[in-house]
């Protein structure tokens, strides 16, 4: 989408929005209560965060943070306090959601000369995943089973793909939950992450979709940096198993040029240029707990698209898009040839402020 239609439908971004939720009730439009800046951090594999700044609250005579209604900040905005962020344009009723989570940490500041502020953070509903050490068992079981599971116990929708090998045993050893499941994702090449509408994604990511925005340098694009190196970079995975059936090895193989969504040369590519010897390229070899050959490619595949992302990154600011998240793509140009191209992100920071709205943004890409 160009971003001149985006500006037809955010009134030319004249007017950013934002609100607080507590259930049905707006915080500063029911609740009386101020919000003067607003921050939500959306990260693929970990749990997204979120904070926000209460200020002229603070009443002097009861040496405490009063709502307009009267009410204690404290009680209402408390350790466990279900928050859902909405961030766009307009009004505030209809602005998209952000996040939705709750509240883990409370500041206060009590400065020298000011009117003392709250600030408030907390985490979206993955957060729960991450506390606390659980140990279960999945007999002939796909990874994609357990994943259903864990979402059902933690109370959360469920956005999960189905994987294919079925295992004759899944173990969770004395792992969180995210840690559990952050491993099942890494092995299959999936993206690990919950949503705004509290759904658990556990997929194949989003790389190959077509972007959701163009943004070009100067045109709405207020920076961006890029950096391709191939520090760390390989040109073939080899991943060794064993066939308890037979007793026989395998070896599960992918090479540079393989990599999911590539467009232009991946790392491992540039790197065959000038190492043509093909016994002298860098190899990554693995051993794994893999026991079929279809798993062991698999596997290799994953890691040289793991590897492969780290080849090309960078990091932008635009003016403030609720339509950048992670697992999306967004496509970058007026920044010559090589760099202007779609990039996935893996990142995005909506803030909103008294300076306005701005977003920044993570991205990688396995070529250029």
Same mark, same amino acid.
């Given at each position: 989408? %160009?971003?001149?239609?985006?500006?037809? *439908?955010?009134?030319?971004?004249?007017?950013?929005?934002?609100?607080?939720?507590?259930?049905? =009730?707006?915080?500063?439009?029911?609740?009386?209560?101020?919000?003067?800046?607003?921050?939500?951090?959306?990260?693929?594999? *970990?749990?997204?965060?979120?904070?926000?700044?209460?200020?002229?609250?603070?009443?002097?005579?009861?040496?405490?943070?009063?709502?307009?209604?009267?009410?204690?900040?404290?009680?209402?905005?408390?350790?466990?306090?279900?928050?859902?962020?909405?961030?766009?344009?307009?009004?505030?009723?209809? *602005? /998209?959601?952000?996040?939705?989570?709750?509240?883990? +940490?409370?500041?206060?500041?009590?400065? %020298?000369? +000011?009117?003392?502020?709250?600030?408030? +953070?907390?985490? =979206?509903?993955?957060?729960?995943?991450?506390?606390?050490?659980?140990?279960?068992?999945?007999?002939?079981?796909?990874?994609?089973?357990?994943?259903?599971?864990?979402?059902?116990?933690?109370?959360?929708?469920?956005?999960?793909?189905?994987?294919?090998?079925?295992?004759?045993?899944?173990?969770?050893?004395?792992?969180?939950? @995210?840690?559990?499941?952050?491993?099942?994702?890494?092995?299959?090449?999936?993206?690990?992450?919950?949503?705004?509408?509290?759904?658990?994604?556990?997929?194949? /990511?989003? =790389?190959?979709?077509?972007?959701?925005?163009?943004?070009?340098?100067?045109?709405?694009?207020?920076?961006?940096?890029?950096?391709?190196?191939?520090?760390?970079?390989?040109?073939?995975?080899?991943?060794?198993? @064993?066939?308890?059936?037979?007793?026989?090895?395998?070896?599960?193989?992918?090479?540079?040029?393989?990599?999911?969504?590539?467009?232009?040369?991946?790392?491992?590519?540039?790197?065959?240029?000038?190492?043509?010897?093909?016994?002298?390229?860098?190899?990554?070899?693995?051993?794994?707990?893999?026991?079929?050959?279809?798993?062991?490619?698999?596997?290799?595949?994953?890691?040289?698209?793991?590897?492969?992302?780290?080849?090309?990154?960078?990091?932008?600011?635009?003016?403030?898009?609720?339509?950048?998240?992670?697992?999306?793509?967004?496509?970058?140009?007026?920044?010559?040839?090589?760099?202007?191209?779609?990039?996935?992100?893996?990142?995005?920071?909506?803030?909103?402020?008294?300076?306005?709205?701005?977003?920044?943004?993570?991205?990688?890409?396995?070529?250029?």
């Amino acid at each position: 989408m %160009e971003l001149a239609a985006l500006a037809k *439908t955010y009134g030319d971004f004249y007017a950013p929005a934002f609100a607080v939720r507590l259930g049905r =009730d707006d915080l500063m439009r029911d609740l009386l209560v101020t919000v003067s800046q607003i921050e939500v951090d959306l990260v693929l594999g *970990t749990a997204s965060r979120f904070s926000f700044t209460v200020s002229d609250c603070y009443s002097h005579q009861q040496h405490a943070f009063m709502s307009g209604r009267e009410e204690d900040v404290l009680k209402i905005l408390t350790f466990g306090a279900e928050v859902d962020i909405y961030l766009g344009y307009g009004d505030a009723k209809s *602005t /998209p959601i952000a996040l939705s989570g709750f509240i883990t +940490a409370i500041t206060t500041t009590f400065p %020298e000369g +000011a009117s003392p502020e709250l600030s408030f +953070a907390g985490y =979206d509903y993955g957060f729960p995943m991450t506390m606390g050490k659980n140990s279960r068992t999945w007999s002939d079981a796909r990874d994609s089973d357990a994943a259903h599971e864990i979402a059902s116990f933690n109370n959360l929708g469920a956005v999960i793909e189905t994987t294919n090998e079925k295992h004759a045993q899944i173990e969770q050893n004395q792992l969180s939950d @995210w840690e559990f499941l952050k491993m099942l994702a890494d092995r299959n090449k999936f993206e690990l992450y919950v949503d705004e509408h509290r759904n658990l994604h556990f997929a194949k /990511p989003n =790389d190959c979709a077509t972007a959701i925005v163009r943004l070009a340098y100067g045109e709405g694009l207020l920076s961006f940096s890029a950096e391709a190196n191939l520090s760390g970079q390989i040109s073939r995975v080899e991943v060794y198993g @064993w066939n308890h059936s037979n007793k026989e090895s395998f070896i599960g193989r992918a090479s540079a040029g393989e990599e999911s969504c590539l467009t232009g040369k991946s790392g491992g590519q540039y790197l065959n240029a000038f190492v043509r010897d093909a016994s002298k390229r860098p190899t990554l070899r693995i051993r794994q707990p893999v026991f079929t050959q279809a798993e062991a490619d698999e596997r290799a595949k994953a890691a040289l698209d793991e590897r492969a992302k780290q080849f090309l990154s960078g990091q932008g600011e635009t003016i403030g898009l609720p339509e950048i998240r992670p697992d999306r793509k967004v496509m970058i140009d007026n920044l010559g040839v090589k760099f202007s191209k779609s990039y996935y992100v893996q990142e995005a920071t909506h803030r909103l402020d008294a300076s306005g709205y701005r977003t920044r943004f993570k991205v990688k890409e396995p070529g250029l």
